[in-house]
């Protein structure tokens, strides 16, 4: 099979891991970079010598290249994921997909009409982690989940044009829409911007789903620790998902609690259950690595990806709704699917 001619546009803070894996994938050959920094494309130039570098991703038309990876600011993904489309590319657009939901529907119109691929980098998605505990939900060894926190949270780093929510809420709540494989009913946040007036840097949302189930996600630019957790809570047992877990990343709790009735007038006590925690082994690979490669399987085999324009639209539209609410103090937005 003849590996893809991939180029990546955007090498600053991300695009480097993008374009090392597009790279090392015996799948494809990266063979060009755009950057309009000097500096960023001097930087590739170290590590890609032999390779287009060029300050315009227009360049890229005449190359014959089957893919490009978007890893430039959120405000540009839409214009220049719409460009290489139009161009015939197969487009791997970093989170979020755009800022808004008609842009992200304008892109998978035009994915579909061109029958081009179109994905969003959802890396949680194919986070080893995550897939396991998804086993675990799918499996019911939780029971029924009772409601999922996320928290998200560290010192920095700050962007000047984009906010927390826009900024770290994709992945969170791209990981419970895999998880759950349902979409909220609605949603209400509340944001703070402490440090910049007008650029939130903390948030907290609460999502709504079908039969009461709840989700919460905090999100946060300004905590003094790393933060990177998931707890999903059953009725029959509790995951706790820890990024930063120095013995497992995710450990299955035995415990839960119910009302155990003593008499015939209806009085009853707890009765808790703590029995054991369970670390289970799986083979972590690379998220990103994961990611890039399901990418071009689903080019070379004309597959929906995990996490295609539609998932991103998805995303979008909660975003969107919960913005709406953190401005309108607080309120529950309805989501329009
Ligand atoms: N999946 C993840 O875990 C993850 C992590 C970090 C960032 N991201 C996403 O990756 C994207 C990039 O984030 P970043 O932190 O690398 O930002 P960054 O600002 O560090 O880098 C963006 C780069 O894009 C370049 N650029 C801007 N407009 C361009 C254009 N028209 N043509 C070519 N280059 C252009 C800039 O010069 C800059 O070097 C964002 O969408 C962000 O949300 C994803």
Redesign the pocket.
């Known amino acids: 099979m003849k590996a893809l001619r991939v180029g990546v546009?955007?090498?600053?803070?991300?695009?480097?891991?993008?374009a090392r894996n597009f790279n090392e994938l015996s799948a494809s050959d990266l063979v060009a970079i755009?950057?309009?920094?000097d500096e960023?494309l001097e930087r590739a130039r170290t590590k890609y010598p032999d390779i287009l570098l060029t300050?315009?991703?227009k360049e890229f038309f005449n190359m014959g290249l089957d893919a490009v990876i978007?890893?430039?600011?959120?405000k540009?993904?839409h214009?220049?994921a719409k460009d290489c489309l139009s161009h015939n590319m197969h487009v791997l657009?970093?989170?979020?997909m755009t800022l808004n939901s008609q842009d992200a529907e304008e892109l998978i119109e035009l994915a579909k009409a061109k029958g081009l691929t179109l994905m969003v980098?959802?890396?949680?998605e194919y986070n080893s982690a995550v897939m396991e505990m998804k086993k675990y939900i799918d499996s019911k060894e939780l029971g029924d989940v009772f409601y999922i926190d996320t928290a998200r949270l560290n010192l920095g780093?700050f962007?000047r044009d984009?906010n927390v929510l826009?900024?770290l809420a994709?992945?969170d709540i791209s990981t419970l829409l895999y998880l759950l494989e349902q979409t909220p009913v609605s949603v209400s946040a509340h944001g703070m911007a402490c440090v910049t007036e007008g650029i939130h840097d903390v948030a907290y949302l609460n999502l709504v789903f079908s039969n009461n189930l709840m989700a919460y996600i905090h999100v946060s630019w300004l905590d003094p620790s790393k933060v990177r957790r998931i707890t999903v809570v059953g009725s029959k047992k509790m995951a706790v998902y820890n990024d930063l877990g120095a013995e497992g990343k995710i450990k299955i709790y035995d415990k839960g609690v119910d009302p155990e009735y003593t008499d015939t007038f209806g009085e009853f006590q707890y009765a808790y259950r703590a029995g054991d925690i369970i670390i289970p082994s799986f083979r972590f690979v690379e998220p990103?690595r994961e990611?890039c490669q399901h990418f071009l399987d689903c080019i070379v085999n004309h597959s929906e990806p995990r996490s295609s324009g539609l998932d991103g639209l998805r995303v979008t539209k909660i975003l969107e709704a919960a913005e709406r609410s953190m401005k309108n103090g607080s309120t529950r937005e309805v989501i329009q699917w």
Do not use: V
């Not at 978007?70 to 959120?74: A, D, E, R, V, Y």
């Open positions: 546009i955007g090498y600053g803070y991300w695009g480097p891991n993008l755009a950057d309009r920094k960023q300050k315009d991703y978007i890893s430039t600011p959120p540009t993904h214009p220049i657009i970093e989170k979020p980098g959802h890396i949680f780093l962007q984009s826009w900024d994709p992945h990103l990611e």
